[in-house]
């Protein structure tokens, strides 16, 4: 992965959101292949449970800045210590539907075993997925769906080792691939589809 386009990336940001949030794309160097941290969670959350996510939350009233909020939810939900990061960048803000402004940071981490935090279960599991099998075109399909708000929206979808990663997640996953290898988006979606449809499994 080339992280000079990450850390020479000017990130577009949201102001006007009504929440802010923060999360961290944990990059882990495992046998000399990069791989990226995800977490799943839980299933009884009451916003997007069993999705796939970077470790991450709002904003609270102690933190410094968007950084430190990235970080502190990182500790929090898979007992990553903030002098274990390297923080090399920043991608754009994107607001999600639950009308949060959420700030992405990337940054290596240690290659160690990381499991979910004790504290409020909000994480189910952690995925460690490698790099060449997120930009495996196999592995990745788009569709295109009417959102009642934003209008036509593309979903990306990454299916690896029993794992799908879309949503918010998919979204900050194109551009730090896109970013930091030679992967595209592919011009054209797989399909269009009611605002309605199944999501891929």
Not at 162 to 177: C, D, F, N, P, S
């Amino acid at each position: 992965m080339e992280y000079d386009a990450v850390g020479g990336h000017t990130p577009e940001r949201i102001e006007t959101a009504p929440r802010r949030a923060a999360v961290l794309a944990p990059v882990v160097h495992r046998e000399g292949v990069p791989h990226v941290l995800f977490t799943r969670r839980a299933e009884d959350l009451g916003e997007h449970p069993g999705q796939m996510s970077f470790p991450g939350g709002g904003v609270e009233p102690d933190d410094d800045d968007l950084t430190a909020t990235a970080l502190r939810e990182a500790d929090e939900e898979i007992g990553l210590r903030p002098p274990e990061v390297t923080v090399v960048g920043r991608l754009d803000d994107i607001e999600t539907v639950s009308e949060y402004a959420v700030s992405p940071f990337v940054g290596w981490v240690p290659d160690r075993p990381y499991t979910p935090a004790d504290g409020d279960g909000e994480v189910a599991e952690i995925a460690v997925l490698p790099v060449p099998a997120l930009t495996d075109p196999d592995n990745y399909e788009s569709e295109r769906r009417h959102h009642p708000t934003h209008g036509g929206i593309r979903l990306h979808f990454f299916h690896v080792d029993g794992y799908t990663v879309w949503g918010a997640t998919g979204r900050m996953l194109v551009q730090l691939l896109e970013l930091a290898t030679d992967w595209r988006v592919p011009a054209e979606v797989d399909r269009v589809v009611d605002a309605d449809a199944d999501l891929p499994g």
